[in-house]
């Protein structure tokens, strides 16, 4: 049964992330507002709903270290697999833009996650907790930072009138439905793959902290590898970009926020290398994107290498 899940859950994945990307690209062209933009919001949200559920049911179920470890671990391979594949498939253009703004504001995010869970350290607490005072300092950062997407927007729509079209409503419609049933699709895809392949694993003998390290946090993030390597295949790098950048900021700001500002998050001090290793990894990708204001396909190769690698240290700490 867990194989059949799991094969159902991977074809749900599959063409709901092809639709997804065909009705929101569609949706941004609609708009006058850029590919980019779209990643950043819209995909890079849907596709991170998955984390957003098991990290929200992991808070309200005591479970800290799901909530905080599936988050890490679904930015980690974003940063490094997601993108590295995406870029092997078509060369990631990057705007200067984005350089500036969006990849920096995911370090600035990563590096706040790394002061608010380092309390022994910096407050000589006796334990590392992400406190609700801290959840709300993240959702207070996410806030910023959808005001300043809302601005992008505006702009993006103000160069664009000159070029403006009227459109159809039954072509609305249709992107909509194609954007949503495509979203469904997705969620419900991951959820299956998740379920199907943890069953298998730990009926393989693994342990539920491995699991939880590995395949969850791997199982949630398929949205995102599917749909960006949808839009490389479909030649819509910004919307790949933007939907790994995106839905790391996502991650950390408002899933974190929110789910320790429903239940206080208690750190495990191993989350602190993986942590400080998201970190790097997101320095390198900043890196890797201002040379030639692209992410090629040796850049690719070294990204997916880091995570295959990183993977393995996991697998031996646990």
Known sequence: MAFILLIVGLALLIKGADYFVKGASSIASNLNVSPLLIGLTIVAF?????????????????????????????????????AGLTALIYPLKVESETIRKE???????????????SDVFLQEWSANFISRSDGFILLLFFAIFLYYLFEVARRSRERGRSSSHHVA?????KNIILTLGGLAAIVFGGDLVVNGATEIALSCGMSDTLVGLTIVA????????????????????????GNIVGSCIFNILFVLGTSSAISPLAVDHRIFTDVLL??????ILLVFSRSNYKIGKMEGIILAAAYVLYMVYVILRN
């Open 218 to 241: 791997v199982g949630t993030s398929l949205p995102e590898l599917v749909t960006s390597i949808m839009a490389a295949i479909k030649r819509e790098g910004d919307i790949a970009l």
């Open 103 to 117: 990849i920096p504001f995911t370090l600035l995010a990563s590096v706040a996650l790394l002061v608010l869970v």
């Open 278 to 283: 998201m970190i790097l990894l997101t320095v």
């Open 169 to 173: 409503k039954e072509a609305w419609v």
């Open 46 to 82: 849907g596709t991170s709903a998955p984390e957003a559920t098991v990290s929200l049911v992991a808070a309200l179920e005591d479970s800290a270290g799901m909530a905080i470890g599936n988050v890490v671990g679904s930015n980690i391979f974003n940063i490094t697999f997601v």
